[in-house]
C-alpha cells in the first residue's frame, strides 16, 4: 500500500510539471474571455456583444456558454448510463437515466479487451440517437479534436473527452470553446478540473476508474476536489494567484470557485459505481450527479438472457431513485431491496498503475 | 426530483420568498406554490410515479396551488405531448412538442416580451426546449417568437414556459409567480397574515 502511495505521488508530481505550459495557454484563453466561466453574468455578455439581433426572433444566438452549461444544469440530480445497444438505451430512458452514454463496448469490456480504443461507431451513436428522447452523449479520445468535429455533425448532445478511450494527444486537451456541442472532461482534483474549464469545459465529472466496479477512487477524487475547492474558499484573496499557480489554473477561475464556493460548472461523479448504495455515497460527497458505465449493463451476469434484462433494469431503477433520494438511508434501503448481482468487478489495487485510466490526461 | 432546482430556489430567494425543495408528499403539503424545474421530463415523470406523487400534485394543482412548470415542467403539466401514452399530470389544456428545436446543437438564446414582465424584454435560455404547439381555450398566451410560436402561457394559476428564466440574473418572472402565490394566499385565506412559501420542485 505504501509503495502505491510513493508511486502515485511521484507520477503525479512529474504530470503537473509537464502541464504548465498548457496550463499558461489556457490561461491566456480564458482571460479574453473572462466572462465565459461565469455562467450567470454570460447571459449578458451574450447579449450585449452584438451577435444578438434584438428582433426577438428565433436561433439569435446558439451555443453559447450558458446554453452549453445549461443543459448540465439540466441533468443534475440525474444517473447518466453508458449503453452499448438501442436496447440498453431504451431499458436506461425506462429506468429513469437524464442521459445516455453511447458506447461500442462498456469501460469493462474495454479493459478486457485491450487494444487501441477509438470514438464508437458513428452508425451506433445514431441509432442511439434516434432510440430515445433524452439527450445522446459519445466518448471522444482525449485531443482527438477530429473524432469531436464528427460527432458534432452527427448531433450528439454532449461530448466527453474520455480517459476511458486511449489518448489521441498525450500533451493536449481539444480547445473545445469554439464547439457548438458542449463537452464534459474528467478530472482527479480541483487544478485538473480548471484547466479543462479552462479549454471549454461545460461540464466536470470527477474520474474514478473505469470499469472496475471498485468506488475507491471515485471517492479519492471526489474529496480531492471539494478539498481543494474548500481550501480555496477559505483562502485570503491575495493568496489566489499563489494558489492558482500551484494548481496549474487560471487566476480567473480561482477566484471564481472562491466566489461560489464549488466549481463554475455541474459536476458529476464517474469510475466505479455499481450499487444504489455507491451512487447515494458520492451524491452525499458532493456530486450533481452521477454516470454508471459498467454498474448497470454488466450486472446480472450469471443469468440467462432474459432475467439479465430484468435484473438490469431494476438495477437501472434502483440506482436513479437512490440518487434522487440520496440523503434518505430509510429510502435507499427499500431503493435496494430489489436489486441482484451486482457487477463482479476488480479491485483497483489488484490493477497494475500503468492499466489504470486515470492517469490518462492532466 | 430532478433538474435545475439549485437555481429556481436561487431566484425565488433573490425576489424574497421562502424557497424548499420538495421531494415527498410530505414536504409538498407545506408548500404554497410550485416550480416544477427544467431537467429531463421522461426521468421526472418516472420518479413522480414510482414516489406516488403524481395524484397528490394533481390533487393540489386541480385546488388551485401556483404552479409553473419551465421547460421540461411545462411538458410535465401538458394534457397533450405528441409521442407519450400518458401525459404525465396532464393538468394543463395544451399540447407540448417536445426537443422543438432539434438537438443540443441547435439551442439557443433570445430576447423575449413577456405578458406580466415590466422594464423591457427578457433573454430566455432555450435547452433542446419544448414548444406550445396548442393552447386551449382557456389558455392566455404571455410570449411568443416571431415567427409565432408560443414559449409562454397561462391558464388560471398555472404557468408553462418553454425556456430557463432561472439560467439567467433576471428574477422578474419568478418575482411575478411570487406575486401570483401572494394573491392567491390572499384569496384563500382573506387575512394577509399568510407566508408566501413555496418551493422548486423536487429532487
Same mark, same amino acid.
Not at chain 2, 57 to 76: K, N
Given at each position: 500500500?505504501a509503495?502505491?502511495r510513493?508511486?502515485?505521488t511521484?507520477?503525479?508530481?512529474q504530470a ?13 484563453? =480564458? ?6 466561466a461565469?455562467?450567470r453574468s454570460?447571459t449578458?455578455?451574450?447579449a ?15 451555443a ?17 448510463m ?14 429513469g437515466a ?13 479493459r478486457?479487451?485491450?487494444g ?9 451513436i ?6 430515445v ?19 458534432e ?7 466527453d ?7 489521441a ?5 481539444i ?13 482527479r482534483?480541483?487544478g ?5 474549464i ?7 465529472r ?8 471498485d ?5 479519492r477524487h ?7 475547492i ?7 484573496d491575495?493568496?489566489?494567484?499563489n ?5 496549474g489554473?487560471?487566476?480567473?477561475l480561482?477566484?471564481e ?12 461523479s ?5 450499487t444504489?448504495?455507491?451512487a ?7 456530486a450533481?450527479g452521477?454516470?454508471?458505465?459498467s454498474?448497470?449493463?454488466k450486472?446480472g ?9 430484468k435484473e438490469?433494469?431494476? &438495477? ?6 437512490? =440518487? ?6 430509510a ?5 435496494s431491496?430489489?436489486?441482484?448481482e ?8 489488484s490493477?497494475?498503475l500503468?492499466?489504470?485510466l486515470?492517469g490518462?490526461?492532466? | ?18 424557497a424548499v425543495e420538495v ?5 409538498l403539503?407545506?408548500?404554497? @406554490?410550485?416550480i416544477?424545474p427544467g431537467?429531463?421530463?421522461t426521468?421526472?415523470a ?8 403524481m ?17 421540461? @415542467? ?5 394534457r397533450?405531448?405528441?409521442? /407519450?401514452?400518458?401525459?404525465p399530470?396532464?393538468? &394543463?389544456?395544451i399540447?407540448v ?7 443540443q446543437?441547435?439551442?439557443f ?13 427578457m ?5 433542446r426546449?419544448p414548444v406550445i404547439?396548442?393552447?386551449?381555450a382557456?389558455?392566455?398566451?404571455m ?7 408560443i414559449?409562454?402561457c ?15 440574473d433576471?428574477?422578474?418572472?419568478h418575482?411575478?409567480?411570487?406575486? /401570483?402565490?401572494?394573491?392567491?394566499l390572499?384569496?384563500a385565506v ?14
Open positions: 500500500m509503495s502505491t510513493t508511486n502515485r511521484g507520477r503525479g508530481a503537473s510539471t509537464n502541464a504548465r505550459p498548457a496550463a499558461r495557454t489556457a490561461a491566456k484563453a =480564458v482571460s479574453t474571455k473572462a466572462t465565459s461565469r455562467p454570460a449578458r455578455a451574450a450585449s456583444n452584438g451577435t444578438a439581433a434584438h428582433g426577438h426572433g428565433v436561433g439569435n444566438t446558439a453559447t456558454w450558458t446554453v452549453k452549461a445549461g443543459l448540465a444544469q439540466m441533468l443534475k440530480g440525474g444517473v447518466i453508458d449503453v452499448v445497444t438501442v436496447e440498453h438505451a431504451r431499458i436506461a430512458e425506462e429506468a437524464c442521459a445516455v452514454m453511447a458506447l461500442e463496448r462498456v469501460p469493462s469490456d474495454i478486457a479487451a485491450g487501441v480504443a477509438r470514438m464508437s461507431h458513428v452508425k451506433l445514431e441509432d442511439i440517437c434516434r432510440a428522447t433524452i439527450p445522446v452523449m459519445a466518448k471522444v479520445r482525449i485531443g482527438h479534436f477530429v473524432e469531436a468535429q464528427i460527432l455533425a452527427v448531433g450528439v448532445d454532449y461530448i473527452e474520455s480517459e476511458v478511450l486511449t489518448p494527444d498525450d500533451v493536449h486537451h480547445e473545445k470553446t469554439p464547439f457548438k456541442v458542449p463537452f464534459v472532461c474528467g478530472c482534483d480541483l485538473e478540473a480548471l484547466r479543462r479552462a479549454e471549454g469545459a461545460a461540464m466536470i470527477t474520474k474514478g476508474e473505469a470499469g472496475t466496479g468506488i475507491v477512487e471515485a471517492v471526489m474529496r480531492a476536489l471539494w478539498s481543494g474548500r481550501r480555496v474558499a477559505s483562502a485570503r491575495e493568496e489566489l494567484p494558489m492558482a499557480k500551484e494548481l489554473a487560471s487566476l480567473t480561482v477566484q470557485v472562491k466566489r461560489l464556493g464549488r466549481l463554475p460548472v455541474v459536476n458529476f464517474a469510475g466505479g459505481i455499481a444504489p448504495a455507491d447515494a455515497l458520492m451524491m452525499q460527497l458532493g450533481d452521477v454516470f454508471v458505465g454498474g448497470i449493463f450486472s451476469a450469471d443469468l440467462d438472457a432474459r432475467a439479465r434484462v438490469q433494469s431494476a &438495477m437501472a431503477t434502483a440506482i436513479v431513485r437512490a =440518487v434522487t433520494h440520496f440523503n434518505d438511508p429510502m435507499l434501503a427499500e431503493v431491496r430489489g436489486i441482484g451486482p457487477m463482479r468487478g476488480q479491485s483497483v489495487a490493477i497494475p500503468s492499466e489504470q486515470a490518462r490526461g492532466n | 426530483m430532478q433538474g435545475d432546482f439549485r437555481e429556481h430556489i436561487d431566484c425565488l430567494r433573490t425576489v424574497g420568498a421562502d421531494r415527498t408528499e410530505a414536504e403539503d407545506a408548500v404554497d @406554490g410550485l416544477i431537467g429531463e421530463s426521468t421526472i418516472r420518479l413522480l410515479i414510482a414516489f406516488d406523487l395524484e397528490p400534485l394533481r390533487r393540489r394543482i386541480r385546488a388551485g396551488m401556483p404552479t409553473w412548470g419551465t421547460c421540461a @415542467g411545462a411538458i410535465i403539466l401538458a397533450r405531448v405528441p409521442g /407519450l401514452d400518458r401525459p399530470l396532464g393538468v &394543463m389544456d399540447t412538442d417536445r426537443n422543438a428545436f432539434g438537438r446543437v441547435d439551442s438564446e433570445a430576447d423575449l416580451d413577456i405578458e406580466g414582465v415590466t422594464g423591457g424584454p433573454r430566455a435560455v432555450f435547452i426546449a404547439r396548442e393552447a386551449g382557456g389558455v392566455t398566451v410570449a411568443a417568437l416571431a415567427d409565432g410560436r414559449v409562454a397561462r391558464e388560471g394559476n398555472i404557468w408553462a414556459t418553454s425556456f430557463h428564466p432561472e439560467l439567467t433576471d428574477a422578474r418572472l418575482g411575478a409567480f411570487v406575486a /401570483l402565490v401572494q394573491a392567491t390572499g384569496e382573506a387575512a394577509p397574515s399568510a407566508r408566501p412559501r413555496r418551493s422548486a420542485a423536487a429532487r
